[in-house]
T-cell receptor, first 115, second 114 residues
Framework: GAVVSQHPSWVICKSGTSVKIECRSLDFQATTMFWYRQFPKQSLMLMATSNEGSKATYEQGVEKDKFLINHASLTLSTLTVTSAHPEDSSFYIC???????????FGPGTRLTVT | AQSVTQLGSHVSVSEGALVLLRCNYSSSVPPYLFWYVQYPNQGLQLLLKYTTGATLVKGINGFEAEFKKSETSFHLTKPSAHMSDAAEYFCAVSKSNTGNQFYFGTGTSLTVIP
């Protein structure tokens, strides 16, 4: 089946620094990828929709200048958390939609801890 | 507008017993419905989905769900629970069968008691 990877799987950073998370579709191309955020014991909340070669579409309440999204190729989208603060600590999950079949596949997630 | 309500944030069943996880949805358009499972510190794995056609959908690991339009429900069941079924389960609704944008429920944590 289709595989979506995320790197890193977990990261600890200091407050004020920036962290980049990668989302890759390994065996299919994805013109659209999605970024979700999941707080402990809670559901996934869509943050933004990432479209290859164009600007991301952010959900209401998500700061686009804080959560920078780049979808530079059909297999890679990146989420950069800028000037991270402890409240940004969360589980970030991406999903990628197969350009051909249309199915959406989820990555394994990245756990971010900001100290 | 679309939304999903999962009744019961925690469900415990004995090994071998019936598993029933409830999901009700609200949708302004014909819904596409999904069930995902999440194991600790992992991403989501698709269990099954309803798009069109037969209202009883069979998924992986012996799970199935029935779409009941009159009740706006899509409950997940499994006849006999296994220890490996312990996980978090999410119901989701979308406007498209490929899940252009998912709206997730708050999740149900399933515990299987040996």
């Amino acid at each position: 089946g289709a595989v979506v990877s995320q790197h890193p799987s977990w990261v600890i950073c200091k407050s004020g620094t920036s962290v980049k998370i990668e989302c890759r579709s390994l065996d299919f191309q994805a013109t659209t990828m999605f970024w979700y955020r999941q707080f402990p014991k809670q559901s996934l909340m869509l943050m933004a929709t990432s479209n290859e070669g164009s600007k991301a579409t952010y959900e209401q309440g998500v700061e686009k200048d804080k959560f920078l999204i780049n979808h530079a190729s059909l297999t890679l989208s990146t989420l950069t958390v800028t000037s991270a603060h402890p409240e940004d600590s969360s589980f970030y999950i991406c999903s990628a939609r197969d350009q051909i079949g249309g199915e959406q596949y989820f990555g394994p997630g990245t756990r971010l801890t900001v100290t | 507008a679309q939304s999903v309500t999962q009744l019961g944030s925690h469900v415990s069943v004995s090994e071998g017993a019936l598993v029933l996880l409830r999901c009700n949805y609200s949708s302004s358009v014909p819904p596409y419905l999904f069930w995902y499972v999440q194991y600790p510190n992992q991403g989501l794995q698709l269990l099954l989905k309803y798009t069109t056609g037969a209202t009883l959908v069979k998924g992986i690991n012996g799970f199935e769900a029935e779409f009941k339009k009159s009740e706006t429900s899509f409950h997940l069941t499994k006849p006999s629970a296994h220890m490996s079924d312990a996980a978090e389960y999410f119901c989701a609704v979308s406007k498209s069968n490929t899940g252009n944008q998912f709206y997730f429920g708050t999740g149900t944590s399933l515990t299987v008691i040996p």
